[in-house]
Nanobody, 114 residues
Framework: QVQLVESGGGLAQPGGSLRLSCTAS????????MAWYRQAPGKQRELVAT???????NYADSVKGRFTISRDNAKNTVYLQMDSLRPEDTAVYYC????????WGQGTQVTVSS
């Protein structure tokens, strides 16, 4: 079955950086759009960034210019480089494989605090 495993979350100071990774198995990774979502406490899950199979990306306005999504199809992995982090970026971050069924990772906590 399809599995997505995320890593790279943790604690960062405001202005700092973190890099999230999400590795997929059980599917033909390179044909699908991949996405990162996040969910802060008490808020709805929101889309952060997407990347197509050919590497075209889109971002939420709140992270544009600070976050970069990328993928390595040879490694079945999608990344989210997060720079200039802010306290409001604190959330659980999820990757998603945007197939017809839609598959989610387990989530990784990102906390931005001094």
């Amino acid at each position: 079955q399809v599995q997505l495993v995320e890593s790279g979350g943790g604690l960062a100071q405001p202005g700092g950086s973190l890099r999230l990774s999400c590795t997929a198995s059980g599917t033909i990774f390179n044909i699908y759009v991949m996405a990162w979502y996040r969910q802060a406490p008490g808020k709805q899950r929101e889309l952060v960034a997407t990347i197509t199979s050919l590497g075209m990306s889109n971002y939420a306005d709140s992270v544009k210019g600070r976050f970069t999504i990328s993928r390595d199809n040879a490694k079945n992995t999608v990344y989210l480089q997060m720079d200039s982090l802010r306290p409001e970026d604190t959330a659980v971050y999820y990757c998603k494989l945007e197939s017809r069924n839609g598959y989610w990772g387990q989530g990784t906590q990102v906390t931005v605090s001094s």
